[in-house]
């Protein structure tokens, strides 16, 4: 390769680079100040349909006695108590927001190494 067109690709994969690493500096630092949405890779809509017809399923029981009867109506009502607890201490909807800022930290770190390692070779290209 000519010296001219190394230097001009190296140039633009160093520029390329860093474009890539401040935008998502940028996207990031707006997602977490909350001026932009945080994409929607989990969602609850599903979550909440099966919590709220989970506990309208009854099952069948046969020759059971009183006692296990008994025990079991215990364990449902218990279980509700404790769901409904955790639902006042932490929504749903909180669990779901973290994890799409999880995923969102994850995939912005990724295109951050990228970033760097694509203006690395322009770098390697220019110091040539």
């Given at each position: 390769m000519?010296?001219?067109?190394?230097?001009?690709?190296?140039w633009l994969l160093l520029l390329g680079g860093v474009v890539m690493i401040f935008y998502m500096v940028y996207v990031s630092y707006n997602i977490f100040m909350g001026k932009m949405a945080a994409p929607d890779i989990f969602?609850?809509?599903g979550l909440a349909k099966n919590i709220q017809t989970s506990g309208n399923i009854k099952t069948p029981v046969k020759n059971v006695s009183q006692q296990s009867q008994l025990e079991q109506v215990i364990q449902?009502?218990?279980g509700k108590v404790v769901g409904d607890a955790l639902k006042?201490?932490?929504?749903?909807?909180?669990?779901?927001?973290?994890?799409?800022?999880?995923?969102?930290?994850?995939?912005?770190?990724?295109?951050?190494?990228?970033?760097a390692q694509i203006a690395g070779l322009g770098i390697k290209l220019l110091n040539k």
């Open positions: 000519s010296i001219n067109f190394q230097r001009v690709v190296g969602s609850s809509a449902d009502q218990l006042n201490v932490l929504p749903g909807e909180v669990i779901f927001k973290i994890l799409d800022l999880i995923s969102w930290s994850i995939f912005a770190s990724i295109i951050f190494f990228a970033g």
